[in-house]
């Protein structure tokens, strides 16, 4: 018992997750890019030598390539999003409100497959090649070289960091961020004054891509067919928009500016990183250390850092890049742990305990340590899937800023070309590299079978969160004398002609011996949207004639119906009755209708709810059908 209460222990904690309000921990911007930047940066310590691998000597044109939609695609892209998710809500928010009802929601359930991909291969990626930069230090002892089992010591490490509760420290980030982009900076100083020093060197690279590739033309048509598998360096963006509560700002209007100096900076910083460490990694080492089992292998970097600076500063920058790589392993944990609660539960589509961290975070080390296993710690295997997740979620940014901007036609062509370059490069992605669809489709399978299974569990919940009655209703309530209060279900559809509510009067008093001066209210459920779960229920009251009733719109209208009984039971302190007719539709029929339509047989679904929300019978609401 102490152990579960552990576990759940921040269950019943308020969250601000969904609510547009201000974090009490605000930082300057360029604070709160560091936070984004232990993702974003952390990519230097493989991305060089996984560009190498793809593209070889022509990696510092791809490189070029992909900076150039860095600064072109992607920045103009996720700068709109800021202003249409102030609040970090996110490309996944702006589809979902473009895309309602059951198709967005589905939409929005493939879409966090794709990202809880890109977040778990953050996590084992960085933890792989932290384990690389460990283990290739000279000075490690020998009895270190287990890459797997060094990985996985990682990742144990950052679940315990978890368990025992991360509060996300941007102090801690600026740190990191800061000594690990000084250091980059005086490895690429020292390198580029080696090429200076040793002209020769810049020369063999040019003849090499002459000998390879005939023309410019054909070295820039084949670098922009490689581009895709470079597309690593396009992390950040979506972490860079999450953080946006962060940033300590006056007003909406600021905290949009500021998001785009955030991702403007961020993007410069590490398009000249990108460039600077791909034309001296590729110069500067032999193809063969890039290989499996070579020196340079996920750790380009730290090799020319030990190679021209010693084994003193190179270890500086073996230690600076696993402490970043960690943390960017926790930036992905904690980025998991904001969107999953975000959404799933709120969907109705996970258990409640999914918006409690710690279990959350069990489940995730262990998908993580299967991953690991799956692909043997390997920095380079899990290129495709990390960049699968990326680009999915940078595309569907491109597609929710581009029919956001649909009726502005100068607006509607520049994203509809940025839209085109990211669909192309995921395309060919997926195609070339086609591990990261296969895992993320076993990450959205997963996801929806659990949702699916949830949502059929949970759809007898209570789900109403709060009853709120407008004047007219509260007048209708009180007019009762005994305050026993006994509701008529009705179905809206059937108007308001008082000849109809006259029959449906009388037939309730007969059927159920009710004299003529006990006093029914009818009460009416509109249905709204049904793939929603929880909500406010507004009830508003109207009268016909001698009749009242009242009225609200709900996602499901058995819960609604009980949701308002148990509020009457709190606030009279008398038991309320509600009066049914049997429905003669077929059981199989109404269970559907009733998990996805939010209809069914009204009677029983309102009776186990009730039961399900008040276990004493004494003061359960009495449910009555004829």
């Not at 904690?13 to 609510?19: C, E, G, I, L, Y």
């Not at 690593?232 to 949009?256: C, N, Y």
């Not at 998001?259 to 063969?288: D, H, N």
Request: aromatic share 8%; glycine share 8%.
């Amino acid at each position: 018992m102490r152990f579960k209460s552990w576990l759940l222990a921040d269950l019943d904690v308020p969250s601000a997750r969904d609510a547009e309000e201000q974090p009490e921990a605000q930082s300057p911007w360029w604070q709160v890019m560091c936070l984004t930047g232990v993702d974003y940066f952390s990519t230097l310590g493989y991305q060089p030598g996984i560009a190498f691998l793809a593209a070889g000597l022509l990696s510092p044109l791809a490189t070029l390539i992909l900076v150039l939609v860095t600064l072109f695609a992607a920045l103009p892209v996720y700068r709109r999003v800021c202003q249409q998710s102030p609040y970090g809500q996110g490309s996944i928010a702006m589809l979902q409100k473009i895309f309602p009802e059951w198709g967005g929601k589905l939409f929005v359930l493939m879409l966090l497959g794709f990202a809880t991909t890109d977040f778990v291969i953050t996590m084992t990626l960085s933890a792989a090649d932290g384990a690389a930069h460990l283990i290739g230090n000279p000075i490690m002892p020998h009895w270190v070289d287990h890459q797997i089992l060094v990985t996985l010591l990682i990742l144990a490490t950052l679940s315990a960091i978890f368990l025992k509760g991360f509060k996300e420290a941007i102090g801690i980030a600026t740190v990191l961020v800061v000594s690990y982009l000084l250091l980059n900076a005086v490895v690429v100083v020292v390198c580029f004054r080696e090429i200076a020093l040793h002209p020769a060197m810049m020369t063999h690279w040019k003849e090499g891509l002459v000998n390879l590739h005939e023309s410019p033309w054909k070295m820039l048509a084949v670098s922009v067919l490689l581009f895709p598998r470079l597309a690593l360096g396009l992390s950040g963006f979506e972490t860079g928009v999450a953080v946006m509560p962060l940033i300590r700002a006056d007003s909406t209007e600021k905290r949009i500016r500021n998001a785009r100096y955030l991702l403007l900076t961020a993007a410069l910083i590490m398009s000249v990183f990108l460039m600077a460490t791909s034309i001296a990694s590729t110069v500067l080492i032999p193809a063969k250390q890039f290989g499996p089992g070579g020196e340079a292998n996920g750790r380009a970097m730290a090799y020319l850092a030990h190679h021209y600076l010693g084994n003193a500063l190179g270890t500086a920058y073996d230690i600076s890049t696993i402490l970043i790589l960690g943390f960017a392993g926790a930036s992905a944990m904690a980025g998991l742990l904001n969107l999953i609660p975000r959404y799933l539960p709120r969907f109705g589509m996970a258990p409640e305990w999914a918006r409690a961290s710690r279990p959350l975070v069990l489940v995730f080390m262990g998908i993580a340590t299967l991953v690991t296993v799956a692909f043997k710690a390997d920095v380079d295997a899990q290129g495709g899937a990390y960049a699968t997740g990326v680009l999915v979620l940078i595309t569907s940014a491109s597609v929710a800023v581009l029919l956001s901007v649909w009726r502005k036609p100068a607006l509607r062509v520049i994203f509809l070309l940025t839209t085109a370059i990211f669909v192309y490069t995921t395309a060919v992605n997926m195609v070339e590299r086609p591990e990261g669809l296969k895992i993320s489709s076993m990450f959205i399978g997963g996801i929806l079978a659990v949702s699916l299974l949830s949502r059929a569990l949970r759809s007898v919940e209570l789900r109403i969160t709060e009853i709120s009655l407008d004047e007219e209703s509260e007048g209708i309530l009180a007019e009762d004398s005994d305050q026993v209060i006994r509701l008529i279900a009705r179905g809206p559809e059937k108007g308001d002609a008082v000849e109809l509510l006259d029959k449906a009067d009388a037939q309730t008093r007969r059927f159920h011996n009710l004299s003529a001066d006990e006093c029914l209210i009818f009460f009416e459920v509109v249905r709204g949207d049904a793939s929603d779960f929880s909500e406010t229920l507004c009830v508003k009251g109207r009268r016909v004639g001698r009749h009242s009733i009242l009225s609200a719109t709900s996602p499901v209208v058995a819960n609604s119906i009980a949701g308002l009984l148990v509020y009457l039971e709190r606030r009279t302190g008398r038991t309320p009755h509600v009066y049914f007719r049997w429905t003669e539709a077929s059981p199989m029929k109404n269970l559907f209708r009733f998990l996805f339509l939010g209809e069914g047989d009204t009677a029983p679904l309102t009776q186990e709810v009730l039961r399900r929300a008040i276990p004493d019978p004494k003061r359960r609401p009495i449910v009555h059908v004829s």
